[in-house]
């Protein structure tokens, strides 16, 4: 009989790998803090405002219109920060746009993560034509270091528009097909952002306390991209260019919004965001909504595309369930969501949510939800990148914008309505919608593992 023979250096390969995911993996499975460290935060210390309007996006048409607005009538800067900038239609189209206020001497920011936006800007041309710009500059936040694998899943989850110090946009839209396009194309998601304005063209509060978080997140955690191009790429960033100028020329916005008149007063706001260091996180961002929705009196109406939540989020959550306050949390069904982990995790974890004090509803419609929306009483709402989910709480860098507004709670009490319409409980309500046998499939496959990695989905 012969001996088997061994592969050391196989075996060597396989262990070393193994070592490498586990230190990419095993930092963020032990988040840190407790409750009773956990920061006080209260509607009583959001700022007053002093000339801060605001309305709701609703749709990608709309989120797309305030953006090319806010990049056409912008004098004196621009900072976009996406999650992803992808190289599609609407990529090229904000793209396009920002090029032409870079050629009229705007000073554009650009802040994507390091990891996906990488990946997306980088693959093609698009990047190297917006960072090759005099006017452009283009930042990563924690560009990809195979020689810190812990760093690897410390990602940047925001998404932004400020225009000069005049106003903003806010909210879960990345710059993509996905969130820019009406509901009916193909992929499209169903999301959210507010638009804020200051009554004074001096600014306001709000854009400068927002200005200066990003500020602070550009000079400390984020990586400038080469201007130069590399030699084997300029030609084709050229004709890219060339493009994106005549691309531009149908897109110019004929008018601008008289956003005035297409707002409502605000009477208080705060801006609730994660530490930025890129390992895990105090849940700081968690620890301040919880402590807003548990001021509740009447009501609390949650917005998330999916709810994978630890102990400590557990109990925080079903503690304010159980005030006498109306709790409902709308989230997405297993046919709606496009997350198959998220999916998989509430396969297995749906009985944590449904035993508390709150109504769940799960969405029925053929788009995905993906909107991070929180509504109190009749006069506080918050909106944003924050999903309940661990990966956001201790793990991504995250914002949202808290606005104090009978108005702007009232426009997004009826969203909420319209989708709790589409909606199913435990108790019945819309059709359900199929799920197709493959998904469903990969779905129940994936659910007992899901708990080994539940934190970074």
């Not at 262990?15 to 840190?32: E, G, M, N, R, S």
């Not at 999301?191 to 804020?196: A, E, S, Y």
């Not at 319409?421 to 819309?430: E, V």
Request: charged share 20%.
């Amino acid at each position: 009989m012969g001996v088997k023979r061994r592969h050391p250096v196989r075996t060597a390969l396989m262990l070393t790998l193994l070592a490498y995911v586990l230190a990419a993996v095993i930092p963020y499975a032990f988040p840190p803090g407790s409750p009773e460290a956990a920061p006080a935060f209260s509607a009583d210390l959001l700022t007053p405002a002093q000339g801060e309007r605001a309305t709701l996006l609703a749709t990608g048409e709309e989120a797309m219109k305030a953006r090319l607005d806010l990049i056409a009538r912008a004098e004196r800067s621009l900072v976009v920060g996406s999650y992803l900038f992808a190289d599609d239609e609407s990529g090229l189209d904000i793209a396009s746009a920002l090029l032409s206020a870079a050629d009229r001497g705007v000073e554009v920011r650009i802040l994507v993560d390091g990891l996906v936006g990488g990946l997306n800007l980088l693959g093609g041309d698009l990047g190297y034509v917006l960072g090759a710009h005099e006017n452009v500059e283009l930042r990563f936040y924690q560009p990809v270091n195979l020689l810190s694998p812990w760093s690897l899943n410390a990602r940047y989850h925001e998404k932004y528009v400020i225009m000069d110090d005049r106003a903003f946009v806010l909210g879960g839209r990345n710059i993509s097909d996905e969130f820019l396009t009406p509901q009916q194309t193909p992929g499209a998601n169903d999301d959210l952002d507010i638009l804020v304005w200051c009554e004074s063209a001096d600014g306001c509060g709000a854009v400068e306390n927002l200005l200066a978080y990003v500020n602070t997140l550009w000079e400390e955690r984020c990586v400038a991209q080469y201007q130069s191009v590399p030699s084997w790429k300029r030609r084709s960033v050229e004709e890219l260019t060339q493009a994106l100028a005549q691309r531009y020329e149908t897109l110019r916005p004929a008018s601008l919004v008289d956003w005035a008149s297409r707002t409502a007063p605000l009477d208080a706001y705060g801006i609730v965001v994660n530490p930025t260091v890129p390992s895990v996180k105090e849940p700081t961002a968690w620890n301040a909504l919880i402590s807003l929705m548990a001021e509740a009196q009447e009501r609390v109406w949650v917005l998330t595309p999916y709810l994978v939540l630890d102990g400590r989020m557990r109990d925080d959550l079903s503690a304010v369930a159980g005030l006498p306050s109306d709790m409902r949390v709308i989230t997405n069904s297993r046919a709606s969501g496009n997350n198959i982990v998220a999916s998989a995790d509430m396969l297995l974890h749906k009985g944590m949510i449904t035993g508390m004090d709150l109504t769940l509803y799960e969405t029925q419609r053929e788009t995905s939800l993906h909107t991070k929306a929180l509504l109190i009483d009749d006069d506080l709402a918050a909106f944003g990148s924050f999903n309940f989910d661990m990966r956001s709480a201790y793990i991504d860098t995250e914002i949202m914008f808290v606005a104090q507004s009978q108005a702007i709670n009232a426009q997004l009490a009826r969203m909420m309505e319209n989708l709790m319409a589409d909606s199913r409980t435990a108790s019945g309500g819309a059709d359900e919608q199929p799920v197709s046998w493959g998904k469903e499939f990969v779905i129940y496959l994936l659910s007992p593992f899901v708990s080994l990695v539940r934190f970074l989905v």
